[in-house]
């Protein structure tokens, strides 16, 4: 019987690994095309310090997700599982409904499609963000009239609900600063925003 050929694991394993142990010959990379994840991809003029606060201010709508999802996790309540479905059915509208009106994004965004959506219409963060906002305003003030709480919680609440409405406009603010949605995408995508959070809180509620 001729003897097995023996193989080496040693040079498998630096073969299967090559290309990230060894830097690639140049022109290689610029073979393929690449492209940030757009969904987290904010952009703001250097030296801007207005449009870094409101860049942060645009990143907003991931971080009530996140919290969303951690809540969803920890508590399990239906009333948060309800607000997070809410949200994600929010996000399928506003996606065909960019299909559907394709009407495209500011001038000065248009030379950088490659790095996010080319169509503007409705605003997906001025949506998200109102939605969020009224199913919340909604809830709080729901609690806040229940017999006996006291006064100083109903105060309490309202500053709440006033803070979230804040909040709203600035996220719906910075995407016409930083260049990009007009001013009649983020109307349209607050007023649907508001519109599906009633939708939504009355279908939980009732």
């Given at each position: 019987?001729?003897?097995l050929p023996s193989i080496n694991s040693s040079s498998i394993m630096k073969s299967a690994y090559k290309h990230l142990i060894n830097f690639p010959p140049s022109g290689v990379l610029s073979?393929?095309?690449?492209r940030p994840l757009s969904i987290t991809f904010i952009e703001y003029q250097e030296g801007d310090k207005l449009g870094f606060i409101l860049a942060w201010f645009s990143m907003l709508p991931f971080i009530y997700i996140v919290s969303l999802c951690t809540l969803i996790?920890?508590?399990r309540d239906i009333q948060t599982i309800m607000y997070f479905g809410g949200f994600f059915v929010s996000g399928i509208i506003n996606h065909y409904l960019k299909i559907t009106f394709k009407q495209q994004r500011p001038e000065r965004t248009r030379d950088r499609v490659d790095f996010y959506e080319i169509?503007?219409?409705p605003s997906g963060h001025a949506q998200s963000f109102f939605y969020f906002m009224t199913y919340m305003a909604i809830f709080v003030i729901l609690k806040s009239q229940m017999p006996g709480s006291p006064n100083i919680r109903s105060i309490r609440h309202r500053l709440f609900v006033l803070g979230q409405f804040i909040a709203a406009v600035l996220v719906a603010y910075s995407r016409v600063y930083l260049y990009y949605h007009t001013i009649a995408q983020v109307v349209v995508g607050g007023c649907l925003g508001i519109i599906l959070g009633c939708i939504c809180k009355i279908f939980t509620h009732s």
């Open positions: 019987m001729p003897p073979d393929s095309i690449y996790l920890f508590r169509h503007g219409m």
